[in-house]
């Protein structure tokens, strides 16, 4: 068992959302993918509302980990300071490489099932910041993020449906 962090959960929360910010991606980003996978089930749901979801998850500790770890990682492959042979394989996101994935189960965990099938779901589609992120240009490196910000959406989408669930059941 490893000690704990000097850091606060205050300070590391920040610390995640600020990193998603400087990579471009902030949490109306991120609403917009969970209104994007819920909106046809929902059809009184509204952004402001998918924002909620989102900010509720980068709440969690195992979210805020997978964030920087995964930007941490993308950031050292585009400067180039990360070692071969995983400075190539990031770099090209190379197909048989599949930690990005693995990274983004973490999150995906939270919330079950459902969250692996708004995920695959989302991966295929690639809306909104999905698009741009998986674009390769000049030379920015999103190999993590792009799974990570998937992730999220589907966690968020996923929360949204068992609270919605919970609703009608009671
Ligand atoms: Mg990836």
Redesign the pocket.
């Known amino acids: 068992m490893g000690r704990d962090t000097k850091h606060s959960e205050e300070l590391i929360e920040n610390a995640a959302i600020t990193r998603l910010e400087e990579r471009g991606v902030t949490t109306k980003d991120i609403a917009e993918l969970v209104y994007f996978l819920q909106k046809d089930f929902y059809p009184e749901l509204n952004e402001t509302y998918c924002e909620e979801q989102v900010k509720h998850i980068l709440k969690k500790r195992e979210v805020q980990n997978a964030i920087l770890t995964g930007i941490e990682l993308d950031c050292l492959v585009e400067a180039g300071k990360a070692r071969e042979p995983l400075q190539d394989l990031v770099k090209v996101?190379d197909s048989l490489y599949g930690i990005?994935?693995v990274l983004a189960l973490s999150i995906l965990n939270i919330y079950g099932s459902i969250g692996f099938t708004n995920y695959g779901y989302i991966d295929r589609l690639k809306p909104g910041i999905l698009k741009g992120l998986n674009a390769k240009s000049n030379g920015k490196v999103h190999?993590?993020l792009?799974?990570i910000v998937g992730a999220l959406a589907a966690a968020a989408a996923s929360r949204f449906a068992h609270s919605q669930k919970r609703k009608s059941e009671s």
């Open positions: 996101d990005d994935e190999t993590f792009d799974d």
